[in-house]
Protein backbone atom coordinates (compact mmCIF):
# COMPACT_ATOMS: atom_id res chain seq x y z
CA UNK A 1 0.00 0.00 0.00
CA UNK A 2 1.05 3.21 -1.27
CA UNK A 3 1.59 6.44 1.43
CA UNK A 4 0.19 9.63 0.47
CA UNK A 5 2.49 12.21 0.20
CA UNK A 6 0.25 14.23 2.33
CA UNK A 7 1.10 12.30 5.25
CA UNK A 8 4.69 13.20 4.95
CA UNK A 9 3.93 16.82 4.47
CA UNK A 10 1.77 16.47 7.77
CA UNK A 11 5.00 14.94 9.35
CA UNK A 12 7.24 18.06 8.51
CA UNK A 13 4.44 19.97 9.72
CA UNK A 14 3.93 18.56 13.03
CA UNK A 15 7.84 17.77 13.96
CA UNK A 16 8.38 21.58 12.88
CA UNK A 17 5.92 22.81 15.12
CA UNK A 18 7.73 20.92 17.69
CA UNK A 19 11.11 21.98 17.16
CA UNK A 20 9.35 25.60 17.00
CA UNK A 21 7.90 24.28 20.57
CA UNK A 22 11.57 23.96 21.93
CA UNK A 23 13.46 26.72 19.99
CA UNK A 24 11.00 29.59 20.57
CA UNK A 25 11.69 28.51 23.99
CA UNK A 26 15.10 29.25 23.88
CA UNK A 27 14.84 32.37 23.29
CA UNK A 28 15.99 35.09 25.51
CA UNK A 29 13.19 37.11 26.63
CA UNK A 30 14.79 40.02 26.09
CA UNK A 31 15.19 39.46 22.30
CA UNK A 32 11.21 39.36 21.92
CA UNK A 33 10.68 41.79 19.63
CA UNK A 34 13.66 40.83 17.35
CA UNK A 35 12.19 37.07 17.15
CA UNK A 36 8.35 38.74 16.13
CA UNK A 37 10.56 40.51 13.16
CA UNK A 38 12.09 37.86 12.46
CA UNK A 39 9.57 35.46 12.35
CA UNK A 40 7.73 37.86 10.65
CA UNK A 41 10.82 38.31 7.58
CA UNK A 42 10.81 34.06 7.56
CA UNK A 43 6.75 33.40 7.10
CA UNK A 44 7.30 36.09 3.94
CA UNK A 45 8.81 32.74 2.48
CA UNK A 46 5.38 33.09 1.09
CA UNK A 47 6.89 34.82 -1.71
CA UNK A 48 7.88 31.10 -3.54
CA UNK A 49 4.06 30.56 -3.77
CA UNK A 50 3.58 34.58 -5.50
CA UNK A 51 6.37 33.86 -7.65
CA UNK A 52 5.18 30.90 -8.95
CA UNK A 53 1.57 32.34 -9.33
CA UNK A 54 3.30 35.34 -11.62
CA UNK A 55 5.52 33.45 -13.94
CA UNK A 56 2.51 30.95 -14.56
CA UNK A 57 1.30 31.71 -18.34
CA UNK A 58 -0.55 29.23 -20.68
CA UNK A 59 -1.50 31.77 -22.95
CA UNK A 60 0.72 34.75 -24.71
CA UNK A 61 -0.68 37.25 -21.44
CA UNK A 62 1.39 37.26 -18.63
CA UNK A 63 -0.71 39.74 -16.99
CA UNK A 64 -4.06 37.12 -16.35
CA UNK A 65 -5.81 38.09 -13.17
CA UNK A 66 -3.70 34.80 -11.59
CA UNK A 67 -0.45 36.86 -12.51
CA UNK A 68 -1.79 40.15 -11.53
CA UNK A 69 -2.44 38.48 -7.58
CA UNK A 70 1.13 36.68 -7.54
CA UNK A 71 2.62 39.93 -8.87
CA UNK A 72 0.63 42.07 -5.95
CA UNK A 73 1.86 39.53 -3.11
CA UNK A 74 5.22 39.45 -4.11
CA UNK A 75 5.26 43.35 -3.31
CA UNK A 76 3.82 42.84 -0.34
CA UNK A 77 6.18 39.89 0.45
CA UNK A 78 9.11 41.90 -0.60
CA UNK A 79 8.56 44.57 1.46
CA UNK A 80 7.98 42.27 4.61
CA UNK A 81 11.38 40.39 3.78
CA UNK A 82 13.15 43.49 3.46
CA UNK A 83 11.92 45.21 6.23
CA UNK A 84 11.50 42.58 8.31
CA UNK A 85 15.27 41.50 8.30
CA UNK A 86 16.54 44.65 8.08
CA UNK A 87 14.99 45.89 11.18
CA UNK A 88 15.61 42.90 13.41
CA UNK A 89 19.52 43.42 12.29
CA UNK A 90 18.77 47.31 12.92
CA UNK A 91 17.79 46.28 16.18
CA UNK A 92 20.36 43.85 16.76
CA UNK A 93 22.90 45.60 16.32
CA UNK A 94 21.44 47.69 19.24
CA UNK A 95 22.16 44.65 22.15
CA UNK A 96 25.85 45.77 23.87
CA UNK A 97 27.39 43.91 26.71
CA UNK A 98 28.70 46.10 29.43
CA UNK A 99 32.05 47.82 28.66
CA UNK A 100 34.69 46.10 30.76
CA UNK B 1 15.61 21.83 -12.17
CA UNK B 2 14.30 18.63 -10.87
CA UNK B 3 11.36 18.86 -8.41
CA UNK B 4 13.32 16.52 -5.62
CA UNK B 5 16.62 18.65 -6.03
CA UNK B 6 14.47 22.01 -5.25
CA UNK B 7 12.47 20.05 -2.40
CA UNK B 8 16.15 19.03 -1.14
CA UNK B 9 16.63 22.87 -1.57
CA UNK B 10 13.49 24.39 0.42
CA UNK B 11 14.30 21.99 3.17
CA UNK B 12 17.59 23.46 3.68
CA UNK B 13 16.02 26.71 3.91
CA UNK B 14 13.46 25.46 6.27
CA UNK B 15 16.63 24.37 8.69
CA UNK B 16 18.07 27.54 8.01
CA UNK B 17 14.82 29.34 9.48
CA UNK B 18 14.81 27.03 12.62
CA UNK B 19 18.72 28.42 13.02
CA UNK B 20 17.82 32.07 12.39
CA UNK B 21 15.62 31.45 15.65
CA UNK B 22 17.75 29.35 17.60
CA UNK B 23 20.29 32.01 17.20
CA UNK B 24 18.08 34.06 19.24
CA UNK B 25 18.73 32.49 22.84
CA UNK B 26 21.53 34.79 23.18
CA UNK B 27 22.17 38.97 21.82
CA UNK B 28 25.78 37.42 21.02
CA UNK B 29 24.52 34.63 18.39
CA UNK B 30 21.91 36.28 17.34
CA UNK B 31 22.96 38.40 14.57
CA UNK B 32 24.56 35.33 13.17
CA UNK B 33 20.97 33.77 13.20
CA UNK B 34 19.94 36.63 11.14
CA UNK B 35 21.99 36.33 8.43
CA UNK B 36 20.91 32.09 8.31
CA UNK B 37 17.39 33.64 8.07
CA UNK B 38 18.78 35.90 4.84
CA UNK B 39 20.43 32.86 3.16
CA UNK B 40 17.47 30.76 4.04
CA UNK B 41 15.16 33.46 2.12
CA UNK B 42 17.85 33.36 -0.78
CA UNK B 43 17.87 30.27 -1.55
CA UNK B 44 13.94 29.89 -1.96
CA UNK B 45 13.99 32.67 -3.88
CA UNK B 46 16.61 31.56 -6.16
CA UNK B 47 15.36 27.84 -6.24
CA UNK B 48 11.84 28.94 -7.09
CA UNK B 49 13.22 31.04 -9.92
CA UNK B 50 14.72 28.26 -11.19
CA UNK B 51 12.14 25.45 -10.71
CA UNK B 52 9.55 28.11 -13.05
CA UNK B 53 11.99 27.87 -15.46
CA UNK B 54 10.78 31.44 -17.09
CA UNK B 55 12.82 34.54 -17.16
CA UNK B 56 10.61 35.43 -20.04
CA UNK B 57 8.91 39.07 -19.72
CA UNK B 58 7.56 38.19 -16.84
CA UNK B 59 11.34 37.36 -14.64
CA UNK B 60 11.33 40.92 -15.50
CA UNK B 61 8.45 41.63 -13.85
CA UNK B 62 9.01 40.35 -11.18
CA UNK B 63 12.30 41.53 -10.51
CA UNK B 64 11.06 44.91 -10.70
CA UNK B 65 8.36 44.14 -8.40
CA UNK B 66 10.80 42.56 -6.17
CA UNK B 67 13.21 45.74 -5.92
CA UNK B 68 10.07 47.84 -5.36
CA UNK B 69 8.98 46.34 -2.44
CA UNK B 70 12.37 45.26 -1.02
CA UNK B 71 12.95 49.17 -1.55
CA UNK B 72 10.00 50.19 0.18
CA UNK B 73 10.62 47.49 3.07
CA UNK B 74 14.02 49.29 3.42
CA UNK B 75 13.60 52.23 3.59
CA UNK B 76 10.67 51.22 6.46
CA UNK B 77 13.27 49.53 8.33
CA UNK B 78 15.89 52.56 8.78
CA UNK B 79 13.21 55.41 8.69
CA UNK B 80 11.30 54.20 11.71
CA UNK B 81 11.90 54.83 15.24
CA UNK B 82 12.13 51.73 18.42
CA UNK B 83 9.20 52.98 19.93
CA UNK B 84 7.09 52.13 16.58
CA UNK B 85 7.69 48.42 16.51
CA UNK B 86 4.69 47.63 17.67
CA UNK B 87 2.69 49.29 14.83
CA UNK B 88 5.77 48.35 12.14
CA UNK B 89 5.12 44.65 13.26
CA UNK B 90 1.49 44.92 13.38
CA UNK B 91 1.72 46.43 10.21
CA UNK B 92 4.49 43.79 8.72
CA UNK B 93 2.06 41.32 9.95
CA UNK B 94 -1.32 42.64 7.59
CA UNK B 95 1.07 42.42 4.64
CA UNK B 96 1.78 38.49 5.38
CA UNK B 97 -1.47 38.33 5.63
CA UNK B 98 -2.96 39.53 2.37
CA UNK B 99 0.03 37.65 0.61
CA UNK B 100 -1.28 34.29 1.70
CA UNK B 101 -4.73 35.93 0.40
CA UNK B 102 -3.40 36.57 -3.03
CA UNK B 103 -1.61 33.34 -3.42
CA UNK B 104 -4.92 31.34 -2.64
CA UNK B 105 -6.47 33.42 -4.65
CA UNK B 106 -4.12 33.17 -7.89
CA UNK B 107 -4.21 29.12 -6.97
CA UNK B 108 -7.79 29.39 -7.16
CA UNK B 109 -7.98 31.08 -10.61
CA UNK B 110 -5.17 29.08 -12.28
CA UNK B 111 -4.91 25.51 -9.99
CA UNK B 112 -2.62 24.12 -13.15
CA UNK B 113 0.40 26.11 -12.64
CA UNK B 114 0.58 24.59 -9.44
CA UNK B 115 -0.43 21.07 -10.20
CA UNK B 116 -3.75 21.33 -8.26
CA UNK B 117 -5.67 20.45 -10.97
CA UNK B 118 -7.87 22.41 -13.26
CA UNK B 119 -10.85 25.13 -12.78
CA UNK B 120 -14.03 23.32 -11.68
CA UNK B 121 -11.92 20.13 -10.84
CA UNK B 122 -10.08 21.18 -8.20
CA UNK B 123 -8.04 18.40 -5.77
CA UNK B 124 -10.33 18.01 -2.62
CA UNK B 125 -7.44 18.55 -0.10
CA UNK B 126 -5.98 21.54 -2.18
CA UNK B 127 -9.63 23.23 -1.88
CA UNK B 128 -9.64 22.88 2.21
CA UNK B 129 -6.24 23.53 2.19
CA UNK B 130 -5.96 26.82 -0.01
CA UNK B 131 -9.56 27.85 1.42
CA UNK B 132 -8.04 27.60 4.68
CA UNK B 133 -4.88 29.46 3.98
CA UNK B 134 -7.40 32.20 2.39
CA UNK B 135 -9.58 32.50 5.43
CA UNK B 136 -6.73 33.03 8.26
CA UNK B 137 -4.94 34.81 6.17
CA UNK B 138 -7.55 37.51 5.79
CA UNK B 139 -8.31 37.25 9.45
CA UNK B 140 -4.76 38.13 9.88
CA UNK B 141 -4.94 41.06 7.48
CA UNK B 142 -7.99 42.70 8.86
CA UNK B 143 -7.11 41.77 12.37
CA UNK B 144 -3.87 43.04 12.00
CA UNK B 145 -4.93 46.61 10.17
CA UNK B 146 -7.04 47.15 13.25
CA UNK B 147 -4.13 46.51 15.60
CA UNK B 148 -1.90 49.28 13.65
CA UNK B 149 -4.75 51.61 13.85
CA UNK B 150 -5.25 51.20 17.73
CA UNK B 151 -1.46 51.43 18.10
CA UNK B 152 -0.82 54.39 15.92
CA UNK B 153 -3.47 56.07 18.05
CA UNK B 154 -5.76 56.84 15.04
CA UNK B 155 -8.21 54.09 16.43
CA UNK B 156 -8.94 54.36 19.82
CA UNK B 157 -7.69 52.17 22.00
CA UNK B 158 -10.71 51.51 23.93
CA UNK B 159 -12.67 47.91 23.40
CA UNK B 160 -15.57 48.14 21.47
CA UNK B 161 -17.83 45.77 22.51
CA UNK B 162 -21.77 45.24 21.48
CA UNK B 163 -24.39 42.91 22.33
CA UNK B 164 -24.04 39.43 21.26
CA UNK B 165 -20.98 39.86 20.17
CA UNK B 166 -19.43 36.53 20.90
CA UNK B 167 -22.44 34.83 19.33
CA UNK B 168 -22.10 36.65 15.79
CA UNK B 169 -18.30 35.73 15.77
CA UNK B 170 -18.84 31.91 15.96
CA UNK B 171 -21.79 32.52 13.52
CA UNK B 172 -19.32 34.21 11.34
CA UNK B 173 -16.57 31.61 12.09
CA UNK B 174 -19.23 28.48 11.66
CA UNK B 175 -20.20 30.15 8.53
CA UNK B 176 -16.56 29.98 7.06
CA UNK B 177 -16.53 26.24 7.71
CA UNK B 178 -19.68 25.35 5.92
CA UNK B 179 -19.05 27.28 3.19
CA UNK B 180 -15.34 25.67 3.62
CA UNK B 181 -16.99 22.44 3.02
CA UNK B 182 -19.81 23.31 0.06
CA UNK B 183 -16.50 24.94 -1.91
CA UNK B 184 -15.45 21.43 -2.36
CA UNK B 185 -18.84 20.20 -3.00
CA UNK B 186 -19.53 22.77 -5.96
CA UNK B 187 -16.10 24.47 -6.68
CA UNK B 188 -17.77 27.58 -7.00
CA UNK B 189 -15.71 30.45 -7.33
CA UNK B 190 -18.33 32.59 -5.70
CA UNK B 191 -18.64 30.72 -2.24
CA UNK B 192 -14.81 31.04 -2.80
CA UNK B 193 -14.57 34.65 -3.26
CA UNK B 194 -17.59 35.00 0.37
CA UNK B 195 -14.82 32.79 2.27
CA UNK B 196 -13.10 35.48 1.73
CA UNK B 197 -14.93 38.09 2.54
CA UNK B 198 -16.47 36.98 5.61
CA UNK B 199 -12.54 36.08 6.81
CA UNK B 200 -12.17 39.83 6.45
CA UNK B 201 -14.92 40.88 8.60
CA UNK B 202 -14.12 38.42 11.18
CA UNK B 203 -10.46 39.70 11.34
CA UNK B 204 -12.32 42.75 12.32
CA UNK B 205 -14.89 41.79 14.95
CA UNK B 206 -11.85 39.41 16.29
CA UNK B 207 -10.13 42.59 17.24
CA UNK B 208 -12.13 45.65 18.07
CA UNK B 209 -13.13 44.36 21.45
CA UNK B 210 -9.55 44.01 23.08
CA UNK B 211 -8.30 46.81 24.80
CA UNK B 212 -5.36 48.67 24.00
CA UNK B 213 -2.76 47.39 26.98
CA UNK B 214 -3.53 43.75 25.68
CA UNK B 215 -2.14 45.01 22.55
CA UNK B 216 1.13 42.35 23.19
CA UNK B 217 -1.28 39.57 23.75
CA UNK B 218 -3.15 40.61 20.13
CA UNK B 219 0.56 41.18 18.31
CA UNK B 220 1.61 37.72 19.13
CA UNK B 221 -1.46 36.22 18.50
CA UNK B 222 -1.54 37.61 14.91
CA UNK B 223 2.09 36.26 14.19
CA UNK B 224 1.03 33.22 15.21
CA UNK B 225 -2.10 33.29 12.49
CA UNK B 226 0.36 34.75 10.04
CA UNK B 227 2.28 31.51 10.41
CA UNK B 228 -0.60 29.31 10.09
CA UNK B 229 -1.44 30.98 7.18
CA UNK B 230 1.71 30.76 6.01
CA UNK B 231 1.81 26.86 6.57
CA UNK B 232 -1.76 26.47 4.72
CA UNK B 233 -0.30 28.29 1.51
CA UNK B 234 2.37 25.67 1.76
CA UNK B 235 0.41 22.54 1.81
CA UNK B 236 -1.45 23.47 -0.91
CA UNK B 237 2.09 24.55 -3.15
CA UNK B 238 3.69 21.41 -1.22
CA UNK B 239 6.39 23.07 -0.21
CA UNK B 240 8.50 22.11 2.66
CA UNK B 241 10.13 25.96 3.11
CA UNK B 242 6.58 27.24 3.77
CA UNK B 243 5.12 24.26 5.94
CA UNK B 244 8.25 24.38 8.32
CA UNK B 245 8.82 28.17 8.41
CA UNK B 246 4.44 28.23 8.90
CA UNK B 247 4.97 26.00 12.01
CA UNK B 248 7.62 27.69 13.14
CA UNK B 249 5.67 31.35 13.26
CA UNK B 250 2.78 29.50 14.00
CA UNK B 251 4.27 28.14 16.79
CA UNK B 252 6.42 31.08 18.07
CA UNK B 253 3.43 33.36 18.13
CA UNK B 254 1.25 30.92 20.38
CA UNK B 255 4.35 30.81 22.68
CA UNK B 256 4.32 34.61 22.86
CA UNK B 257 0.96 34.72 23.27
CA UNK B 258 0.90 32.44 26.40
CA UNK B 259 3.41 34.07 27.97
CA UNK B 260 1.81 37.56 27.99
CA UNK B 261 -1.30 36.08 29.56
CA UNK B 262 0.80 34.49 31.82
CA UNK B 263 2.41 38.03 32.69
CA UNK B 264 -1.22 39.31 33.25
CA UNK B 265 -2.38 36.70 35.36
CA UNK B 266 -5.41 35.74 32.57
CA UNK B 267 -6.71 33.37 30.47
CA UNK B 268 -6.53 33.46 26.54
CA UNK B 269 -9.87 33.38 26.36
CA UNK B 270 -10.30 36.14 28.69
CA UNK B 271 -7.95 38.72 27.04
CA UNK B 272 -9.90 37.42 23.18
CA UNK B 273 -13.13 38.12 24.68
CA UNK B 274 -12.09 41.32 25.48
CA UNK B 275 -13.86 44.44 27.06
CA UNK B 276 -11.53 44.32 30.77
CA UNK B 277 -11.07 47.54 31.97
CA UNK B 278 -14.27 48.99 30.30
CA UNK B 279 -16.38 47.03 33.34
CA UNK B 280 -14.06 47.78 36.26
CA UNK B 281 -13.63 51.33 35.52
CA UNK B 282 -17.12 51.94 37.25
CA UNK B 283 -16.14 50.15 40.56
CA UNK B 284 -12.48 51.39 41.34
CA UNK B 285 -13.80 54.59 40.48
CA UNK B 286 -16.81 54.85 43.32
CA UNK B 287 -14.33 53.13 45.66
CA UNK B 288 -11.67 56.19 45.09
CA UNK B 289 -11.45 58.61 48.31
CA UNK B 290 -9.20 61.56 49.05
CA UNK B 291 -5.80 60.09 50.39
CA UNK B 292 -2.73 61.64 51.36
CA UNK B 293 0.30 61.54 48.86
CA UNK B 294 3.63 62.80 48.95
CA UNK B 295 4.95 64.50 46.01
CA UNK B 296 8.38 65.83 45.43
CA UNK B 297 10.36 67.49 42.42
CA UNK B 298 13.78 66.85 40.85
CA UNK B 299 16.08 67.70 43.43
CA UNK B 300 14.49 66.04 45.76
CA UNK B 301 14.53 62.43 43.28
CA UNK B 302 18.12 63.51 42.37
CA UNK B 303 19.23 63.58 46.35
CA UNK B 304 17.79 60.49 47.23
CA UNK B 305 19.49 58.29 44.34
CA UNK B 306 22.44 60.39 44.69
CA UNK B 307 22.80 59.14 48.34
CA UNK B 308 21.63 55.49 47.59
CA UNK B 309 23.95 52.24 46.93
CA UNK B 310 21.57 50.30 44.88
CA UNK B 311 18.75 51.60 42.52
CA UNK B 312 16.28 49.56 40.58
CA UNK B 313 14.73 51.35 37.10
CA UNK B 314 11.13 50.06 36.38
CA UNK B 315 10.07 51.16 32.97
CA UNK B 316 6.85 50.76 31.60
CA UNK B 317 4.73 52.34 28.69
CA UNK B 318 4.96 55.72 29.38
CA UNK B 319 8.40 55.70 29.42
CA UNK B 320 7.45 54.91 25.33
CA UNK B 321 5.48 57.19 24.67
CA UNK B 322 7.41 60.44 26.43
CA UNK B 323 10.68 58.52 24.39
CA UNK B 324 12.63 59.04 27.98
CA UNK B 325 14.85 55.67 27.16
CA UNK B 326 17.60 57.97 26.38
CA UNK B 327 17.17 60.81 29.34
CA UNK B 328 17.09 57.46 31.33
CA UNK B 329 20.03 56.49 30.43
CA UNK B 330 21.58 59.87 30.86
CA UNK B 331 20.28 60.08 34.68
CA UNK B 332 22.16 56.57 34.96
CA UNK B 333 25.47 57.24 33.73
CA UNK B 334 25.43 60.25 36.38
CA UNK B 335 24.93 58.10 39.13
CA UNK B 336 26.84 55.21 38.01
CA UNK B 337 29.78 57.98 38.74
CA UNK B 338 28.11 58.78 41.57
CA UNK B 339 29.15 54.92 42.34
CA UNK B 340 25.41 53.59 42.49
CA UNK B 341 24.63 50.32 41.38
CA UNK B 342 21.98 50.79 38.82
CA UNK B 343 20.09 48.21 37.05
CA UNK B 344 16.59 47.25 35.12
CA UNK B 345 13.78 45.33 35.86
CA UNK B 346 11.16 44.40 32.90
CA UNK B 347 8.29 42.87 33.38
CA UNK B 348 6.40 40.62 30.92
CA UNK B 349 3.55 43.00 29.71
CA UNK B 350 5.66 45.99 30.22
CA UNK B 351 5.17 47.74 26.97
CA UNK B 352 2.60 47.16 23.83
CA UNK B 353 4.50 43.89 22.59
CA UNK B 354 6.91 41.10 24.03
CA UNK B 355 10.27 42.57 24.56
CA UNK B 356 9.25 45.98 23.93
CA UNK B 357 11.63 47.94 26.67
CA UNK B 358 14.31 45.95 25.93
CA UNK B 359 14.38 46.85 22.68
CA UNK B 360 14.09 50.41 23.61
CA UNK B 361 17.03 50.09 26.19
CA UNK B 362 18.95 48.85 24.00
CA UNK B 363 18.59 52.19 21.62
CA UNK B 364 19.45 54.22 24.37
CA UNK B 365 22.89 52.12 24.61
CA UNK B 366 21.54 50.39 27.59
CA UNK B 367 23.83 47.24 28.13
CA UNK B 368 21.44 43.97 27.99
CA UNK B 369 23.55 42.64 31.21
CA UNK B 370 22.38 45.00 33.12
CA UNK B 371 18.52 44.73 32.23
CA UNK B 372 16.57 41.59 33.76
CA UNK B 373 13.28 39.71 33.87
CA UNK B 374 11.30 40.16 36.38
CA UNK B 375 12.20 36.59 38.29
CA UNK B 376 15.84 37.67 38.09
CA UNK B 377 15.71 40.85 39.86
CA UNK B 378 12.34 40.47 42.36
CA UNK B 379 14.41 39.89 45.35
CA UNK B 380 16.36 42.04 45.20
CA UNK B 381 13.62 45.13 45.57
CA UNK B 382 14.23 44.07 49.17
CA UNK B 383 17.61 45.23 49.44
CA UNK B 384 17.67 48.04 47.21
CA UNK B 385 17.73 51.86 48.47
CA UNK B 386 15.48 54.07 45.48
CA UNK B 387 13.50 51.96 43.16
CA UNK B 388 12.76 54.72 40.21
CA UNK B 389 9.31 53.39 38.34
CA UNK B 390 9.07 55.57 34.90
CA UNK B 391 5.78 55.00 32.91
CA UNK B 392 4.62 52.06 34.54
CA UNK B 393 2.09 51.32 37.26
CA UNK B 394 -0.67 48.24 37.34
CA UNK B 395 2.22 46.24 37.06
CA UNK B 396 3.92 47.39 40.19
CA UNK B 397 0.36 47.33 42.13
CA UNK B 398 0.68 45.60 45.41
CA UNK B 399 -2.86 45.07 45.39
CA UNK B 400 -2.07 42.06 43.06
CA UNK B 401 -0.96 40.31 45.87
CA UNK B 402 -3.38 41.43 48.83
CA UNK B 403 -6.65 41.67 47.19
CA UNK B 404 -8.75 38.78 46.13
CA UNK B 405 -11.25 41.10 44.68
CA UNK B 406 -8.94 42.85 42.16
CA UNK B 407 -9.16 42.17 39.15
CA UNK B 408 -5.61 41.97 38.59
CA UNK B 409 -5.37 39.90 41.58
CA UNK B 410 -2.50 37.14 41.03
CA UNK B 411 -0.67 38.95 38.67
CA UNK B 412 2.91 38.76 38.72
CA UNK B 413 3.94 41.84 40.11
CA UNK B 414 7.46 43.58 40.55
CA UNK B 415 7.81 43.97 44.45
CA UNK B 416 8.78 47.70 43.99
CA UNK B 417 7.44 48.59 47.32
CA UNK B 418 10.01 46.54 49.02
CA UNK B 419 12.40 48.95 48.48
CA UNK B 420 13.62 51.61 50.98
CA UNK B 421 11.60 54.68 48.96
CA UNK B 422 9.60 54.47 45.61
CA UNK B 423 10.19 57.28 43.06
CA UNK B 424 7.07 56.83 40.71
CA UNK B 425 7.10 59.23 37.57
CA UNK B 426 3.51 59.97 36.66
CA UNK B 427 1.49 62.79 35.07
CA UNK B 428 -1.21 62.67 37.27
CA UNK B 429 -2.75 60.15 40.22
CA UNK B 430 -5.01 58.47 37.46
CA UNK B 431 -5.05 54.91 37.46
CA UNK B 432 -3.71 52.92 35.27
CA UNK B 433 -5.39 50.60 31.84
CA UNK B 434 -6.70 48.11 34.52
CA UNK B 435 -8.78 51.11 36.04
CA UNK B 436 -6.95 49.95 39.51
CA UNK B 437 -6.08 52.72 42.02
CA UNK B 438 -2.37 51.96 42.61
CA UNK B 439 -1.97 51.53 46.16
CA UNK B 440 1.46 52.47 46.17
CA UNK B 441 0.65 56.06 45.35
CA UNK B 442 -0.53 55.85 49.31
CA UNK B 443 2.48 54.46 50.99
CA UNK B 444 5.00 56.65 53.26
CA UNK B 445 8.13 55.42 51.32
CA UNK B 446 6.55 56.63 47.88
CA UNK B 447 7.45 60.43 46.39
CA UNK B 448 5.36 60.66 43.36
CA UNK B 449 7.14 63.05 41.09
CA UNK B 450 4.44 64.44 38.63
CA UNK B 451 5.48 65.82 35.22
CA UNK B 452 6.35 63.83 31.86
CA UNK B 453 8.75 60.88 31.94
CA UNK B 454 11.29 62.71 29.65
CA UNK B 455 10.83 66.30 30.95
CA UNK B 456 11.53 65.17 34.77
CA UNK B 457 14.40 62.63 34.20
CA UNK B 458 16.14 65.65 32.46
CA UNK B 459 15.63 67.55 35.02
CA UNK B 460 17.07 65.21 37.64
CA UNK B 461 19.82 64.74 35.10
CA UNK B 462 20.65 68.35 35.56
CA UNK B 463 20.44 68.42 39.25
CA UNK B 464 22.38 65.48 39.71
Given at each position: MEIDPFIFRLSIFILSIFVGYYVVWS?????HTPLMSVTNAISSVIIVGAIIAAL????????QTSNLFGFMAIILAAVNIFGGFLVTQRMLQMYKKKKK | MSANLSATFYLISGILFILALRGLSSPETSRRGNYFGIAGMTIAIIVTFLSVGNFGTGFIYVLFFLVIGGSVGAIIAFK????AMPELVAGFHSLVGLAAVFVAISAFLNPEAFNLGVIGNIKLASLIEMSLGAAIGAITFSGSIIAFLKLRGIMSGAPITFKGQHILNLLLGLTILVLIFYLCLSQSSNIFWSIVAISFLVGVLLI??????DMPVVISMLNSYSGWAAAGIGFTLENSALIITGALVGSSGAILSYIMCKGMNRSFFNVILGGWGATDQSKSVSSKEQKPVKSGNADDAAFLMKNASSVIIVPGYGMAVAQAQHALREMVDSLKKNGVKVSYAIHP??????GHMNVLLAEAN????EVFELEEINNDFANCDVAYVIGANDVTNPVAKS????????MPVLD????KSVLFVKRSLSPGYAGIDN??????NTLMLFADAKKMTEEIVKSL
Open positions: VTPSLANNSENIF | IPMTIPIGGAVAGRMPVPYDDPASPIYGVEKSDLFYRD
